[in-house]
């Protein structure tokens, strides 16, 4: 288990930083502890916690596969949540459905 949001004083959205990029949680030097270079996210919120997770997957280098239908978000205004897949997907991750995306993998 990776704890994130440990300081009370800063938010953390990231499951690898906080907002500030000052801490950095243990979850990036356990997945390379163990040799894993690709990631399926899902969560809530996908315009929070699970945009600023990929975002800052995909700066580590990690391949990231977001699965939509398994996220959900906050959407304080309408399209949040599609304006957040939409800046995952430019900045490199590769968007799915669960089905889809069990469909690649045989």
């Known amino acids: 288990m990776f704890h994130k949001g440990e300081n009370p004083l800063v938010d953390s959205y990231s499951a690898f930083f906080d907002n ?11 997945l390379r502890d163990h040799e894993i270079d690709e990631l399926i996210v ?5 315009d929070y916690c699970v ?6 997957a995909l700066q580590l280098g ?3 596969n977001v699965i939509t239908d398994g996220c959900r978000g906050v959407n304080i205004q309408p399209q949040d949540s599609a304006h957040a897949f939409m800046e995952m ?3 490199g991750a590769t968007l799915y459905t669960l089905a889809d995306w069990e469909e690649t993998q045989g």
């Open 89 to 91: 997907s430019a900045a």
């Open 42 to 46: 899902m969560g809530l919120a996908t």
């Open 20 to 30: 500030g990029r000052r801490q950095k949680t243990s979850l990036d030097d356990w």
């Open 51 to 56: 945009k600023f997770t990929v975002l800052d």
């Open 62 to 64: 990690y391949k990231v």
